[in-house]
């Protein structure tokens, strides 16, 4: 059971390019997100998806896209990346209405040069 | 908006010992959960316990357990018999919703050094 798998875990990018981070949970989870971790402020919730088919912003959006593809898969598009984008990006799923609980992927490191 | 402070950025105990991290926060809702989650230097985000504000009884998983006081909004974590494995960052977060639909909020974490 692999959980919540998220690809790729380092990526360098240059100013102005392009990238889409990619998540997957095989759990039946209907909720999942997208968080930043930086130094000194803990996670910062970027998007979510409460369910297929929706989508909503979270406490820092700007300059990111998601897409709910299916139930099992939710990406996060950059198109065109900043130095201030440099971060660890975690994925996360839950089990609405259950527990409360998110199961994270193994984090995703982010360098913008 | 649900705001989650931590106020102690990093602590150091000896093996052995008791710990506690603090943890406060801010809403206006009565039903609620709130959680701890460990952060080892391999990144991944672990549960250790969760509290659901409607129980009166502290959680407790093992050398694990909470001070849940509803009414200061304080949800600290006790760490007894300290092991050199809890070495890593806590993250004390909070959600309103029932399964933590629009995610949970965060604190900006402890870092725990546990020393030999």
């Known amino acids: 059971n692999a959980g919540v798998t998220q690809t790729p875990k380092f990526q360098v990018l240059k100013t102005g390019q392009s990238m889409t981070l990619q998540c997957a949970q095989d759990?039946?989870?209907?909720?999942m997100y997208w968080y930043r971790q930086d130094p000194g402020m803990g996670l910062r919730l970027i998007y979510y998806s409460a369910s297929e088919g929706t989508t909503d912003k979270g406490e820092v959006p700007n300059g990111y896209n998601v897409s709910r593809l299916n139930k099992r898969e939710f990406s996060l598009r950059l198109e065109s990346a900043a130095p201030s984008q440099t971060s660890v990006y975690f994925c996360a799923s839950s089990a609405q209405r259950v527990t409360g609980e998110l199961f994270f992927g193994e984090g995703s490191r982010l360098t913008v040069l | 908006a649900q705001t989650v402070t931590q106020s102690q950025p990093e602590m150091s105990v000896q093996e052995a010992e008791t710990v506690t991290l603090s943890c406060t926060y801010d809403t206006s809702e009565n039903n609620y959960y709130l959680f701890w989650y460990k952060q080892p230097p391999s990144r991944q985000m672990i549960l250790v316990i969760r509290?659901?504000?409607?129980?009166?009884q502290n959680a407790t998983e093992n050398r694990f357990s909470v001070n849940f006081q509803k009414a200061a909004k304080s949800f600290s974590l006790k760490i007894s018999d300290s092991q050199l494995g809890d070495t890593a960052m806590y993250f004390c977060?909070?959600?309103?919703?029932?399964?933590?639909?629009?995610?949970?909020?965060f604190g900006k974490g402890t870092h725990l050094i546990i020393q030999p």
């Open positions: 759990m039946n989870h209907n909720s």
């Open positions: 509290q659901e504000a409607y129980k009166q």
């Open positions: 977060a909070f959600t309103t919703s029932g399964g933590g639909a629009d995610g949970l909020t």
